[in-house]
């Protein structure tokens, strides 16, 4: 069984910071990358971040030069540090990992930015 546990979120007010984590663990075969997604629609998850192994990262548009992945292979984890937050930022992050023929989703963890 496979289980992907995120923590870190919170509240924060606008142009702070939080990071959030991420830990895989159980039974599979090698993960090729990880990253974070956030929901902003009922039915749409948005690109947030990802990283591979090799350590390709991919950010999405609006979070591009704020947020920062990173990766610590060793204990399949996956780190989002995020900086100057805005209110849109506001949403439930859920980290994705994928080997290559399966992927795998957390619970996901509330970020909310307000003042």
């Known amino acids: 069984q496979v289980q992907v546990v995120e923590s870190g979120g919170g509240f924060v007010q606008p142009g702070g910071s939080l990071r959030l984590s991420c830990a895989a663990s159980?039974?599979?075969?090698?993960?090729?990358?990880m990253g974070w997604y956030r929901q902003i629609s009922v039915n749409e998850r948005e690109l947030v971040a990802t990283i591979t192994n090799e350590g390709r990262t991919n950010y999405g548009l609006s979070v591009k030069g704020r947020f920062t992945i990173s990766r610590a292979n060793a204990n399949n984890t996956v780190y989002l540090q995020m900086n100057s937050l805005k209110p849109e930022d506001t949403a439930v992050y859920y980290c994705h990992l994928w080997t290559n023929n399966e992927d795998y989703w957390g619970q996901g963890t509330q970020v909310t930015v307000s003042s």
């Open positions: 159980g039974r599979f075969f090698s993960i090729e990358g």
